[in-house]
């Protein structure tokens, strides 16, 4: 992955299938020859478009292209036909992503060491907060979207294809996301949060049909479950622990919060603790995450989706706003560290 | 009387000869020969074949016989039945398992995605030679059925580009055709192989109408085999089909389309769809065919035929899982002479939409949950 190329899809129009409401997961619909081709040849050519190998070299499971190919525009809108592109040529920006984030052209993918406002696709270096025994080996090509040195699919295979198989059309976890073979639990947004995203005054639907807003999972889930951020933590263990020890989690021997908490509850005589009706403002800057994602009745939970994003932001950190501004004692903000931490405003 | 014997032994000698003629699956042609054979292309000082003489004294060629304006599927000759595969009376509603060349002929629009492009039916196409395949030079069949080759004369140009040897006359009355080398039975459909392929052929059993009327119990049944290393870059050599992969269609195929086979990366990832491979009974493909899972069988469908591990009768279920499970193959999605679809395919594939719970066969047949979602 790295110094890949960046892949530039052609608009595929696919629309998708939502498999109802609650935590289903949405299956791919549309034409098959729009995403895969049987022989990688047609007229004497080969179908594939772009990517690092050579065109006449097929794909795994058959595919035009590879995750990034796919899921790049030469656009500048972040969902077209509810195809959900994470990378856009133009105007990708805090106000218009997805709520995973946007990636950056390939040409500005990031491969420093902590410098980046995005997961650099080929970025071989550790990944802040790597906990000894981690999965993540980054291998000779670095990160990659999915498989042993990514975040998507499996945690064994090295080819991104295998790695996700079955996650496009029979997904059994949220976004196609796994903790050793435990699937993340999640509710996904019917538009992955576009509107949300793009218009903050926008009414919150959580569930149904409508569903515009992600309904993360935290502290409890099922025996055979994940949450959000303990997929986080198999890259990032060390800042999601808490063993008690400063080298390798949250708290120290006393108890002390020494990182920020992640999977935790919010203090209830928070403003944003207990059980709290969010708005869009807060879901698109401040989303809590909640025991067995189940949203109504039960208490805010911070996860580390309440302050980055997965993919990329505009922001250092991925984080969803800029931390250097969050000025504590301003008594406006209610985004940001002083969404929470209203106390401090 | 001198002059009658000599006629006697000209006329026994050319209904010795092996004629360019398709005859019916399980009976050898029969009828008076002058029904197909002209000794000296002359009769009332006028020319019996068109462009002849013709080989084997015929009195007309591949094309000639087995093409129709009246029949898509079969025609009644003498006592013979003739297949028809390049119907001229408009585009065909019914035609027989091979398909039929309408659609790549001037009169189905001259389309070449849609047909195998064969001498005397339509032109050559844009492509140096077959699709995942190679050219041997000199106009050679491997390069285009569509032309006169110059290379290998003993083997015709067109149709005998596939049908190498026909084999009119030959003994096909077993229930199964092709299964040894150097067989004197013609062949499955007069399917064989030349060069590393010499001796070989294809083995089947031969629907005694073609399928022109085909249903679960009544169709052709194709051999396959599945053992072999799929992975690239095992078949480093496009000439190895026969002699790797037996007597099966698939091999046959792979003499022109060989690079196709090789359909897994080195981890074992499928690049290529599988051909040859058979059906297993886990996940979606469990419930291919209409079974109910768990290695239940599956009923046979016409539309998508499957590759048998090996070949005693017609069955009219599908065998999924197991020790011996039935297979995928080219000709399960593939038409070897023509369809109305592209790249000669059974169904339109930009109409299998994943998701739509609309189709049930094509790629649905064993793809299952990609259409249901269930």
């Known amino acids: 992955m790295k110094g890949k190329k960046l892949l530039w899809s052609l608009v595929i129009v696919i629309s998708l299938l939502l498999c109802g409401g609650g935590t289903g997961y949405a299956a791919v619909s549309g034409v098959c020859s729009n995403c895969h081709t049987m022989h990688n040849s047609q007229g004497g050519e080969p179908m594939r478009t772009d990517g690092p190998e050579p065109l006449t070299t097929p794909l795994s499971a058959l595919l035009l292209n590879d995750c990034l190919g796919c899921h790049t525009t030469t656009g500048g809108d972040p969902l077209v036909g509810g195809y959900p592109y994470v990378s856009l040529a133009t105007d990708a920006t805090d106000d218009n992503c997805l709520a995973g984030g946007f990636f950056p052209p390939m040409s500005e993918m990031g491969m420093g060491d902590n410098n980046d406002n995005h997961h ?29 040195n990514g975040c998507h699919g499996n945690e064994t295979d090295t080819d991104d294809m295998a790695a ?14 796994y903790v050793d073979d435990d699937p993340v639990l999640g509710s996904g947004a019917k538009d992955y949060e576009e509107a949300i995203i793009d218009v903050p005054s926008t009414p919150v639907e959580t569930s149904g049909d409508t569903q515009n807003v992600n309904i993360y999972s935290a502290g409890t889930v099922g025996a055979s479950e994940a949450t959000i951020s303990e997929l986080c933590g198999k890259c990032h263990g060390v800042f999601h622990g808490a063993n008690g020890t400063p080298a390798n989690g949250t708290t120290n021997a006393a108890g002390e919060w020494i990182r920020h908490p992640s999977d935790e509850e919010l203090p209830t005589d928070w403003t944003m603790g207990g059980v709290y009706v969010f708005d869009g403002n807060d879901a698109k800057n401040n989303p809590f995450g909640y025991e067995n994602a189940t949203y109504t009745g039960s208490p805010t939970q911070v996860t580390c989706l309440s302050c980055h994003r997965a993919h990329g932001t505009d922001n250092a950190d991925l984080l969803r706003w800029v931390y250097t501004t969050q000025d504590a004692g301003t008594d406006t903000a209610d985004y940001g560290c002083l969404g929470c931490h209203n106390a401090q405003r | 009387m001198k002059k009658s014997l000599v006629t006697l032994a000209v006329l026994l000698t050319a209904a010795a000869l092996i004629a360019v003629f398709c005859g019916p699956a399980s009976a050898k042609v029969t009828g008076v020969c002058s029904g197909c054979h002209t000794m000296h292309n002359s009769q009332g000082g006028d020319l019996v074949a068109t462009g002849g003489p013709l080989a084997t004294l015929l009195t007309n060629d591949c094309v000639g016989c087995h093409s129709s ?14 297949p028809v595969v390049n119907f001229t009376g408009g585009e065909p509603t019914t035609h027989l398992a091979g398909g039929n060349f309408y659609w790549v002929a001037d009169a189905g629009g001259n389309r070449d995605a849609a047909g195998h492009n ?27 059925l569509a032309i006169e080759h110059a290379t290998g004369l003993s083997f015709g140009s067109g149709c005998q580009g596939c049908h190498l040897r026909p084999a009119h006359h030959a003994d096909d009355s077993a229930t199964v055709i092709g299964a040894e080398e150097s067989s004197t039975d013609g062949y499955y459909r007069f399917l064989s192989g030349h060069f590393t392929g010499e001796g070989y052929g294809v083995c089947g059993i031969e629907d005694s109408d073609w399928q022109a009327d085909p249903s679960a119990g009544d169709h052709n049944e194709y051999l396959g085999s599945s053992g072999e290393d799929k992975q690239e870059p095992r078949l480093t050599s496009i000439y190895v089909a026969f002699r790797d992969l037996g007597h099966t269609m698939t091999a046959f195929c792979c003499g022109c389309h060989g690079k196709f086979h090789q ?16 059906i297993p009974a886990t996940g979606e ?25 090996t070949l005693t009768s017609v069955t009219g279920t599908v065998t999924i899982g197991g020790a011996s499970p039935d297979m995928v193959m080219c000709l399960s999605c593939h038409r070897p002479h023509g ?11 930009s109409d299998m939409l994943a998701g739509g719970d609309e189709n049930t066969t094509g790629c649905f047949a064993c793809h299952t949950k990609k259409d249901t979602g269930s």
């Open chain 1, 120 to 148: 650099g696709m080929g970025n071989i270096n550790d990944p802040a907060g790597k906990q000894t025994g981690s999965f993540y080996t980054q291998g000779a090509t670095g990160l990659s979207c999915a498989g042993i």
């Open chain 2, 263 to 278: 359909e897994q990366n080195t981890s074992g990832e499928w690049i290529r769809h599988p051909s040859d491979a058979g």
């Open chain 2, 69 to 82: 304006s009246d029949s898509s599927t079969t025609y009644v000759l003498g006592t013979s039945t003739v």
């Open chain 2, 118 to 144: 064969v001498l005397g039916i339509s032109g050559k196409d844009s492509l140096s030679f077959a699709p995942g395949g190679f050219s041997c030079g000199g106009n050679a069949c491997h390069d285009s």
């Open chain 2, 339 to 349: 369809s109305p679809y592209d790249d000669l395919l059974r169904w339109d594939y």
């Open chain 1, 164 to 177: 996700i198989s079955g996650g496009h059309h029979n997904p059994s976890a949220y976004r196609i996301l």
């Open chain 2, 285 to 309: 493909y469990q419930y291919a065919f209409g079974s109910t899972g768990g290695g239940a069988s599956g009923t046979y469908d016409p539309l998508v035929p499957v590759a048998r591990a």
